[in-house]
């Protein structure tokens, strides 16, 4: 008999039930005896034993439904280990709960925050799997998350349909794509839906550089310029100040995001009609791409099979187009990132995309 628990952490993304589909087909095919117990909107679940038991029926028909069905919330690391307002150990509780229903292990679903966390329960001695989700493609230790290839999908037909607009209006247009941190979706989106300037958070920009570029391609006798610009992008003046300096300027910013600001500087120094489109959260939604519902049914599988052979302690991931097992130690706490001399980059440079460095 296997007793398993599953959680969905953080910021939802598409294909999380896949993945969940994946791991509890491949236990039930195993022709094992499998309980499985579904912890409500993430470690808040775990915490305050908020859990449901599931059957094989409930994963039935859930391969191409969107979100979760667990529900997820955010519980950031950095207050895991605080007291909750009644004095709740929170990581204390967690374990109890785990112990309390006897679980062989724990499968948890997330991104950055949540590995954090599963690392530390793992450090407590709890068995734990865990599967990259994440539209960002930010984690460490695996070339590709699920979510990231239906949000690149999502981003790509935002800037297709702004295309078409700017192209009869002759305006500059800007994208304003998911991404506080890092840029892979930006990069991947603003690529494939042919934009004309690409600001990630990795290559702080240069606002006369950006500038150039639109006159350029004004001169050459080009009527729009599109810009894919992540949430996260950064001036080169901004990336000098301190955590702390910055963070107050962005909460004293007159403008709602960066991309508004940038649309503010382009306007006063081109003159040219500045419009801001900002897809945001169904950027996360709807149903998971075809691409993703296989990768996260295949992650799903494998985490399914090392449960099955009590191999513990790994994320699951993908390498080399391979699908492999990653030591959570040493997923925990690492971003991955865009490099400025990646050959991507370089790439998107000599197809004439401007990066504004
Ligand atoms: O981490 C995924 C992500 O979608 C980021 O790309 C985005 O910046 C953030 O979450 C949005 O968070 P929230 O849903 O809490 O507003």
Same mark, same amino acid.
């Given at each position: 008999m296997k007793r398993v628990g599953l959680l969905t952490s953080g910021g939802d993304c598409q294909a999380l039930n896949a993945a969940m589909r994946g791991v509890v087909k491949t236990l039930y095919n195993s022709g094992e005896a499998v309980e499985i117990y579904g912890f409500l909107e993430g470690y808040k679940g775990l915490i305050y034993g908020n859990f449901t038991m599931l059957t094989g029926k409930d994963f039935s028909g859930i391969l191409t439904k969107g979100g979760t069905i667990l !529900?997820?919330?955010?519980?950031?690391? $950095?207050?895991?280990?605080?007291? +909750?307002?009644? !004095?709740?150990? $929170? =990581? +204390?509780?967690?374990?109890?709960?785990?112990?309390? /229903? @006897? *679980? +062989?292990? /724990? =499968?948890? /679903? !997330?991104?950055?925050?949540?590995?954090?966390?599963?690392? /530390? #329960? @793992?450090?407590?001695? #709890?068995?734990? =799997?865990? *599967?990259?989700?994440?539209?960002?493609?930010?984690?460490w230790g695996t070339d590709m998350t699920f979510g990231f290839q239906s949000a690149v999908d999502i981003a790509t037909a935002c800037i297709d349909c702004i295309h078409t607009t700017a192209a009869s209006h002759g305006r500059v247009f800007i994208v304003e794509v998911m991404g506080h941190k890092v840029?892979?979706?930006?990069?991947?989106?603003?690529?494939?839906?042919?934009?004309?300037?690409?600001l990630i958070p990795e290559i702080p920009y240069d606002i006369d550089k950006v500038i150039e570029a639109i006159d350029a391609r004004h001169n050459r006798g080009s009527q729009f310029t599109i810009l894919a610009v992540a949430e996260g992008a950064i001036s080169k003046a901004d990336a000098k100040l301190s955590k702390k300096e910055y963070k107050k300027k962005l909460e004293t910013s007159p403008y709602p995001s960066v991309s508004y600001e940038i649309a503010a500087k382009i306007q006063k120094k081109t003159g040219q009609d500045v419009r801001v489109t900002v897809p945001g959260h169904t950027q996360r939604g709807g149903s998971p791409c075809p691409y993703d519902r296989v990768f996260a049914s295949r992650?799903?599988?494998?985490?399914? @099979? *090392?449960?099955?052979?009590?191999?513990?302690?790994?994320?699951? !991931?993908? $390498?080399? @187009?391979e699908v492999v097992k990653v030591p959570l130690e040493d997923v925990a706490g690492k971003l991955k990132m865009v490099s400025p001399d990646a050959t991507i980059i370089k790439e998107a440079k000599l197809l004439g995309i401007c990066f504004g460095d």
């Amino acid at each position: 008999m296997k007793r398993v628990g599953l959680l969905t952490s953080g910021g939802d993304c598409q294909a999380l039930n896949a993945a969940m589909r994946g791991v509890v087909k491949t236990l039930y095919n195993s022709g094992e005896a499998v309980e499985i117990y579904g912890f409500l909107e993430g470690y808040k679940g775990l915490i305050y034993g908020n859990f449901t038991m599931l059957t094989g029926k409930d994963f039935s028909g859930i391969l191409t439904k969107g979100g979760t069905i667990l !529900g997820s919330s955010r519980t950031p690391f $950095k207050t895991i280990q605080e007291p +909750d307002e009644n !004095g709740l150990d $929170k =990581v +204390d509780a967690m374990k109890q709960n785990y112990h309390k /229903l @006897r *679980l +062989d292990c /724990l =499968v948890i /679903l !997330g991104g950055n925050g949540t590995h954090k966390t599963a690392n /530390l #329960l @793992r450090e407590e001695g #709890l068995n734990i =799997v865990t *599967l990259p989700k994440t539209i960002d493609n930010d984690l460490w230790g695996t070339d590709m998350t699920f979510g990231f290839q239906s949000a690149v999908d999502i981003a790509t037909a935002c800037i297709d349909c702004i295309h078409t607009t700017a192209a009869s209006h002759g305006r500059v247009f800007i994208v304003e794509v998911m991404g506080h941190k890092v840029g892979w979706l930006t990069l991947n989106a603003g690529i494939a839906g042919g934009a004309d300037i690409i600001l990630i958070p990795e290559i702080p920009y240069d606002i006369d550089k950006v500038i150039e570029a639109i006159d350029a391609r004004h001169n050459r006798g080009s009527q729009f310029t599109i810009l894919a610009v992540a949430e996260g992008a950064i001036s080169k003046a901004d990336a000098k100040l301190s955590k702390k300096e910055y963070k107050k300027k962005l909460e004293t910013s007159p403008y709602p995001s960066v991309s508004y600001e940038i649309a503010a500087k382009i306007q006063k120094k081109t003159g040219q009609d500045v419009r801001v489109t900002v897809p945001g959260h169904t950027q996360r939604g709807g149903s998971p791409c075809p691409y993703d519902r296989v990768f996260a049914s295949r992650l799903g599988a494998e985490a399914g @099979r *090392l449960i099955l052979k009590g191999e513990y302690g790994f994320m699951v !991931g993908y $390498k080399n @187009r391979e699908v492999v097992k990653v030591p959570l130690e040493d997923v925990a706490g690492k971003l991955k990132m865009v490099s400025p001399d990646a050959t991507i980059i370089k790439e998107a440079k000599l197809l004439g995309i401007c990066f504004g460095d």
